[in-house]
């Protein structure tokens, strides 16, 4: 019997926003490193920061903490020097359990012989990193480049390979798909497929499988308007579909939207920390532009600088549609049941209903869950529970 | 010597945006009614939508006190006029009251359609015209040619026409002065019976009904007990007194007076402007001339939105009513939008200014369909139905014959533009009366159009193909037999009665293809696919198809940053809001007006 890794303890995000340089698709909020001396300042505060947490954590309910997410940016941009000192803190204020998932995004980059890392990821191994998130979004070095990825496919195999060598076993990769037509004779679904198939052979115990979104303000926004031509809705859903067959194929659980885990009888690799985003667990998002959510509050860090106090019917709307995110849906309970459901929903049920009936829905007294096809318009159905 | 000898009634005419407002502004600033402090900036235009516009629909009057040069003190009655080609009733009725009138030209313009339309109705009611023109303080003015232009054109003598800026103040005080001695004092014998005129009325909610009037002859006081005459009515009066423009009760209102009346009226369509006002006992012998029952030239269907009240539509609809004598409304179902009222206006700028203040004043969620106009219906049984709307058109092999109203147009226009004149009134099936070159630079087209093809857009295409220079003016002039047919469109298979529209019938296949291309534009993708059809008498004449939505995802949730997921989904919530359901299809509300902005090339 596989044990079960989601907990709904709540988790710890770290974010560094920091990068070589912005890749031609990225809207997310990251800044140039102008230096050694402009990280460890940022190390500083973020140490600080933890501080602050600490004691606002300390007390009742009492928190224990069954995560750590280093993401950005690129957190593999620090030193192992600098990741000791934040995670030494971390244990120090916080309870962490003993098997805490604790996650490094690593930019293979970072890991190549230019940079001298292969060392790194042993070190980190040792103080207590115990998987990785690598992302490698492409195998092939066309696309690579066209992206402004600043690594090479070389570049990912050594970083795998390194980390297998340091003795990681939890390890997930990144991948892109719905490339637009950047070159001639470029087939989309081929490249995916490809990457795909190259992925599988890899066999890391979890993929990330993002559909590429051209999100304005970026590079690639510019080259769309300039006559770049994107990839179709349509042929971007039977790519996804193709890509989910294949993993499944090859004995991955699609087990969120954009989520693969390696089906294994005695261990279970779903993200434990992604998965506290859908369960509604809460995380403390420490840095610059982190998002967090502690006390029923959500809250976004400066300089996106946001705080959402959320009501009893935000809670139950936010825990159902996140839910739908998984492969497992929103299951009802005793607390909330499915009548419960369907008498606060009722002005969205002939809605739901239809949805149903096309088969994107499927809503039974035990659960709310999306189907393949619903993940594609699975938008139009969450937004019916705002 | 009498007290007539010191009054002056006179109405300012001119072309939209000649200055007639700032130039009453001016008036009474020199005349010292209100401070220059307290101006407010066109202060006869009192509704917020007119101040928007910069146009004055509701009139106002304002009794002015002016010391002349001879040292004497005169009464001048300022009595304003709406400026729009919709509301030439009122015009002539306020016209009516007057003695004498101001023509406004602008020293840059010159003399443009309305102008020549307005001078006509004041000659009409035989008034004294003094030309005067304004905006001097402009480069681009030129009196001599405007003043020429208005002998040539209008055949008055203009050669000693007030030259005056309304804006700097310049020559208005030698204005007031030919006021005094060009317009003529009012005639009238006090001691006859009672004949007034009704030349404006509004609601008060504490007065009722306050009607503004011109008394010829004879006198009024509370206590008196008036007869409407074409109305039929009789009713006490509880008070007279003048306009200043604020109410100032007094004594009684003599003849060549103006000013106004309360006498308990609860509605102004029962104080229709125009009618007689004379006294019960003592009743004068003929009604004054010009009277005229109100009608109706364009029609439009006006349906509580999704979550608003019938209610509220109705009583907002009343309330409108009891200050718009021009407005009629009454109950209409449509299959598709449910309960609400076919509304009649006289045009479409009345339209507009009622479904503004329908949305705005009293907060409604309302759908307004597309305007049309009355078709009078010949059948074969021999009857006749009147039709307003559209969907009501009964099927075609029991007409005989449909015919639409026709208006003459009168258009004015530099010369460079004839052309595209032309080619616009032709296209609208136009028919050309005359051309007429009235100087070297200013040309006048008749047209006959039917209404049918003015009502939408025909103004704002006009302008734009002219720069703006060219200007309208029209007016009914009887039924004509047409070959037309009703269009209606379907979505998902379904009739959508609200779309449907009559056309001619050599125009169904175009309008049908533009509207069906247009509603694909608007109507957003669905779960399934939406077919779009227009149909004559049953018979597809055009389709296309809005395809279903094939993906609405957000891949990755940027590090836990749920907010931002959910202010997306809330948005595509409401969104929805903004659509009217009709079986499985939402339609966005604006639908049902934009979808006649087709786009000719304009």
Known sequence: MMKNNITTNPGIYIHVPYCQSKCNYCSFYSQPISGRAELEQYVDKMIEEIECWRIRVEGVPPRIFDTVYFGGGTPSILSPVSLQRILDKIHSSFNITEDAEITLEVNPWSISSKTGGENYLALIREMGFNRLSIGVQSFDDRTLSFLGRIHSAADAYRTIEAARAASFDNISLDLIYSIPYYRDGFDPMQAALSDIEEAIRIAPRHLSVYSLQIEPGTKMSRLTEMGLKPVSDELDREIHHNITSRLVEASFQHYEISSYALKSDDKDYRSRHNYKYWNMSEYLGIGDGASGFFSMERYTNPPLAERNPLAPEDFLSESIFLALRTSDGYRFTDEFTYENFQDIYQDQMPHFKSFVSSGHLILNKQYIKLSETGIDISNKIMALLV | ?602
């Open chain 2, 1 to 602: 010597m009498s007290y007539l000898d010191n009054i002056r009634n006179f109405s300012i005419i001119a072309h939209i945006d000649h200055g007639k407002s700032t130039l009453a502004d001016r008036l009474i600033e020199k005349t010292g009614l209100v401070d220059t402090r307290d101006m407010h900036e066109q202060f006869l235009d009192n509704m917020d939508i007119e101040r928007e516009r910069g146009i004055t629909i509701k009139l106002q009057t304002t009794r002015l006190k002016y010391r002349a040069k001879d040292g004497q003190d005169y009464i001048l009655n300022l009595i304003d006029t709406p400026g729009h080609v919709d509301f030439n009733y009122e015009v002539s009725r306020s016209l009516a009251a007057c003695d004498g009138a101001l023509l406004v030209v602008d020293a840059t313009q010159g003399v443009e359609a309305q102008t020549l339309g307005n001078v006509y109705l004041a000659m009409d009611e035989e008034l004294e015209i003094l030309p005067v023109i304004n905006k001097i303080d402009l480069d681009s003015a030129r009196p001599d040619e405007v003043k020429s232009q208005i002998e040539e054109i209008i055949g008055l003598d203009a050669n000693d026409a007030p030259l005056v800026s309304a804006k700097t103040g310049l020559g208005i005080d030698e204005m007031l002065e030919r006021i005094v001695c060009d317009i003529p004092a009012p005639t009238g014998d006090v001691s006859a019976p009672l004949k007034a005129l009704i030349f404006d009325s509004y609601y008060d909610s504490y007065k009722g009904v306050v009607i503004y009037t011109r008394i010829f002859d004879g006198a009024l006081r509370k206590g008196d007990t008036i007869r409407l005459m074409n109305a039929g009515a009789d009713y006490e009066v509880t008070e007279v007194g003048y306009c200043i423009p604020g109410m100032l009760p007094s004594e009684e209102l003599r003849a060549g007076e103006v000013g106004y009346i309360c006498a308990g009226i609860k509605q102004v369509k029962d104080a229709r402007v125009g009618d007689t006002i004379t006294l019960s006992n003592r009743q004068t012998g003929e009604p004054l001339r010009g009277y005229k029952q109100a009608q109706s030239m364009v029609y439009c269907g006006i349906f509580p939105a999704e979550g608003e009240k019938y209610e509220n539509v109705k009583d907002a609809l009343e309330r409108l009513q009891v200050n718009d004598a021009a407005f009629n409304f009454e109950p209409e179902n449509s299959q598709a939008l449910g309960y609400g009222y076919r509304c009649g206006f006289l045009g479409l700028l009345h339209m507009d200014v009622i479904t503004e203040r329908l949305a705005r004043e009293f907060d409604l969620d309302i759908i307004t369909t597309l305007p049309s106009v009355i078709y009078k219906v010949e059948m074969n049984q021999g009857e006749t139905l009147w039709i307003e709307n559209p969907s009501n058109l009964p099927e075609l092999q029991k007409i005989k014959a449909i015919l639409e109203p026709i208006v003459k147009a009168e258009i004015m226009t530099p010369g460079e533009y004839v052309g595209t004149i032309m080619s616009l009134c032709q296209k609208r099936r136009g028919t050309m009366l005359d051309m007429k070159y009235l100087t070297e630079t200013r040309v006048q087209l008749n047209y006959e159009i039917p209404l049918n093809e003015v009502i939408y857009d025909f103004f704002d295409v006009l302008k734009s193909r002219t720069k703006g220079y060219a200007s309208l003016d029209y007016e009914f002039v009887r039924y004509q037999s047409a070959k037309l047919v009703k269009l209606d469109i379907l979505l998902n298979h379904e009739v959508i009665d609200a779309f449907s529209i009559i056309v001619p019938e050599v125009e169904a296949t175009y309008k049908g293809r533009a509207i069906c291309s247009k509603l694909k534009e608007i109507i957003p993708r669905h779960q399934f696919e939406v077919p779009i059809q227009a149909a004559v008498s049953g018979k597809i004449i055009a389709r296309e198809t809005v395809s279903a939505y094939r993906k609405d995802v957000l891949a990755k949730c940027y590090g836990g940053d749920i907010t931002r997921k959910k202010k997306l989904l809330e948005k595509q919530k409401a969104g929805k809001k903004r659509m009217r359901q009709f079986g499985q299809v939402n339609v966005p509300k604006e639908a049902f007006t934009e979808v006649l902005k087709l786009d000719d090339e304009k």
